[in-house]
Structures are given as C-alpha cells and as structure tokens.
C-alpha cells in the first residue's frame, strides 16, 4: 500500500511547499524540499516548472486548489515579501474552504510571534500597511491561524537533520491520509471521515508531540460520536514517530472476556515485537513499570469504562519514556478528571458535515438527491450531529420513496434527541444495533 501511494505522490504533486530563503545557502526548506523528494514525494512551491509563467495570481491559486496538504515553512523573512503573505493567505483560505491538511514549520520562530505581530512580523507588515491596508488585515488573520494549527518548531542547528526527520514525518501523515481516501473512495463507508481531519487536529494539539515528557488525553463522548475512529486515525497518523505502539480494542468487552492479564500481554508483545506471558496482574504492572520506561511510546486504550482498566493497563506517568503519549477513549468524562488527564471531548458534526455524512448513507452521494434536500435537512436537524445515528437514519431511508421519507419524518417529530440516541445505544454487551429498527414496529 506504501508503494502506491508513493507512486501516486510522485506523480501527482499534491504536495504544496511555502518558503522563504536566502540565495547564499540551502535554509531549511530547501533541505525540506529535497527531504520530500527522497520520500518520493515531489511538492509544489513558486518555483515549480507546473505553475511557472502563467501569471502571479492564477498559478499561485491553481498550485494551492491542486494541492491536498500545504507544508509553510516560516522563518524571520517569510513576511517580507507581499508574494509570501498571499500565498500564506491562499493556503488558509483553501484550508477552511476545502479541508486542506495545512501542516506549519517554524523555523527558529515562536507561533507566539506570529499571534502577537510584533517585533520584524510588525515592521513587516506595518511596511506593507502602507500600500495595501485593507490586504494586510487579512495577511494578519491568516498569520495567526497559521500560529494555532499544531505544527513542527525548530530550534536546532542542523537543518538537514531536521529537514529529514520532519520530512518523514509528513510522509507518513500524508500517506495515512491519502489511504483513508483510496480505502474509502466511492463507498458509503467515506462517512467515518466527513470532518474528521479537524478533529484529529484538535487531538494532535493536546497531545502536543514536540513538547517532551508524558502526557495522557481522555478522549470523551457519548457512544458513536466518533471516539474509537478518531483516537484510531491519530494513532495510525502518529504511530512511526515512537519507538514502540499498541492499539488496545474494545477493551471494556475485552477485559471481560479475557481479563486485564491478557491486555497487559498484548500492551508488552507490541511495544516490544515479542510474544510476552505473564502470570498474574502483579506481574504485569510491575514489568510494565520497569520496560516501558525506557522507550518512548505510543499506547491508545479504545473503550475504557472502569478505573481499574486505567491503573492496570496504563498506571501513572512514570511508567513510561520521555516523550511517551497515551491515549483513552471513554463514555465516562469523570474518569477522565479522575486520573488526572489531559480532557478532549469529541465534538458533534456541524450542519454541514452533518448532511454530508448523511447523504453519503441515503444516496451515496456528497449532497442530497434533487427533490430531496429539504426532507433530509428536517432528517438532519433531528439527530444533534451524532455520526451513527445519522449514518443509520440514511441507510435506513436509502431508497425509500417520498412518501417513506415523509411518514418518518412524522415519526422523529417530537421525539427528543437524548430518546433518540438511547434507542440505539449498543449498552453494556458492545453489540451495535440499527437506531432505527423502530420505525418497522
């Protein structure tokens, strides 16, 4: 699978580079660019032979509009060029048009600098206020939103090296994302994606991965909100960048079925790629405490419901290496506070993501079928944004006549959300069931 979305990445430069450097020396993003390039990715940036000659504005827009994921580089000259802040302003534009994956390096910058705008980002742009006024506020917003996207920050003194490993590392978000599409391409089953690179933003931001030490986010929500697909698209993004991993499924099922023991086991053998038995739970914690320590990993717990799964199976902070993450997902927000974690609670979908995830299930398609849009956003705006329940409702309705369409919508009407949500909540024994099996009795 790697290979071909290699290839892919080759061929289809989909990859939009933003730098700034200086004509003397290779900078940062000059080594990013051939970084890239020996991870068979060939990106785009304002030199690129694709968009050269055919007038500022159109190449500039078509490069980024091209581009599934935007990589700025921002170093102390990235503001002093008008060409620079239009392009940063066009990535951020496609970003919260389209989706587009931005990633952000800062080149011996603080994002605090950019937040601010004070200092040479000041002088810069207080430059260029004397031409353009009403351009430069929008410069200035999309300077700041730059500065909150969770990103690389580099501090070091060799470039190349940096350059490498962040170039690795973007590989294989890129090709995780790119895997996701063609896994999902054409099938109603894309509906597990709609909305989810912002959320995984949202994640990667409290896991706050350059920062060093250990830390551990609770991500809570109510069942189907998207928790177990979430944690599992972070993990799968972010997995390549730690010396060892483990994906624990279902374990409130599991641990019932196997015991903890059997979790402890499966936690050690992944981390450190050979099979581990274990007497008891004792033995366990302590191995755990003494092995784990010394490696920097990555360990997510898919449906914890009791605190014992918690102090088992993760412990406390100490029990793992610098720079370790770990992740939980749980419909118990108190456990969350209760272990003293960092706290992500899973957002619904908004309107829009809401009737796209919807239409997918209902008509296999991004947006409603003609005739149909306003029935599917009375549907809609029933179900609170809450993914399965509107994934069921438009499988359910799928091919169904108006008139089908119409007798249950009379049905929702005045039936609360919370009743609705209840009817299809797997509940303690974990078996999915069709939240709207009830429409047929």
């Known amino acids: 699978m790697a290979s071909t979305s290699q290839s892919s990445l ?18 940062l993003g000059d080594h990013l660019y051939a970084a890239l390039q020996q991870q068979k990715i060939i990106p785009m940036n304002e030199a690129h032979p694709l968009i050269r000659g055919i007038g500022i504005d159109q190449s500039l827009y078509r490069a980024v509009q091209e581009a599934e994921v935007a990589v700025v580089v921002i170093n102390k000259n990235y503001a002093n060029t008008s060409w620079s802040l239009n392009e940063l302003a066009a990535i951020m534009q496609c970003r919260y048009e389209r989706g587009l994956l931005v ?12 937040r601010r705008q004070n200092g040479m980002y000041g ?39 940096d350059a490498e490993r962040i170039a690795y590392s973007i590989t294989h978000r890129y090709l995780n994302m790119l895997s996701r599409k063609e896994a999902t391409a054409g099938t109603s089953g894309c509906t597990n994606l709609i909305g989810m690179e912002t959320r995984m933003q949202d994640l990667r931001s409290l896991l706050d991965i350059g920062s060093g030490g250990v830390r551990m986010v609770g991500v809570s929500g109510i069942w189907g909100s998207g928790k177990s697909t979430l944690a599992s698209s972070v993990y799968d993004e972010l997995k390549h960048e730690f010396e060892g991993c483990c994906f624990v499924k279902n374990v ?58 918690l102090q088992m199976l993760v412990g406390s902070f100490d029990w793992f ?10 419909r118990n927000q108190d456990l969350v506070k209760a272990h003293n974690c960092v706290t992500h609670n899973v957002r619904m979908l908004d309107d829009e993501e809401a009737i796209e995830l919807f239409s997918w299930s209902a008509f296999g398609a991004s947006r409603p079928e003609e005739g149909y849009e306003k029935l599917s956003q009375s ?7 809450h993914p399965v329940t509107l994934k069921n409702l438009g499988s359910f309705l799928h091919g ?11 049905k929702l ?16 024994d974990g078996l999915s069931r069709n939240t709207f099996i009830w429409f047929a009795t």
């Not at 990633?103 to 950019?114: A, G, R, Y």
């Not at 717990?301 to 014992?308: F, I, K, N, P, R």
């Not at 169904?400 to 009379?410: I, P």
């Not at 009407?413 to 303690?428: F, Q, R, S, Y």
């Open 413 to 428: 009407e005045g039936v609360p959300v919370d009743e609705i949500l209840e009817k299809g909540n797997p509940g303690d």
């Open 103 to 114: 990633i952000p390096i800062f080149d011996h910058v603080d994002p605090s600098e950019l």
């Open 400 to 410: 169904k006549d108006k008139l089908e369409w119409t007798s249950a919508l009379a």
């Open 10 to 27: 080759a061929t289809s430069r989909t990859v939009f580079l933003s730098f700034r450097g200086e004509d003397t020396h290779k900078t």
């Open 252 to 309: 409130r099922a599991e641990s019932r079925k196997h015991g903890l023991k059997t979790l402890q086991e499966k936690i050690l053998s992944d981390v450190f790629k050979s099979k581990v038995r274990l007497k008891s739970i004792e033995q366990g914690i302590s191995m755990m405490r003494r092995r784990l320590c010394q490696k920097k990993v990555l360990i997510v717990l898919d449906d914890v419901d009791h605190v014992d799964h």
């Open 123 to 161: 002088a810069a742009l207080s430059g260029h206020e004397l031409e353009n006024a009403e351009q430069v506020e929008s410069w200035r917003k999309a300077m700041v939103d730059l500065a909150n996207i969770p990103g690389y920050v580099v501090t070091g003194d060799d470039d190349e090296e």
């Open 321 to 330: 290496g610098e720079g370790s993450r770990i992740i939980f997902t749980t």
């Open 379 to 385: 549907m809609v705006s029933k179900l609170g944004g």
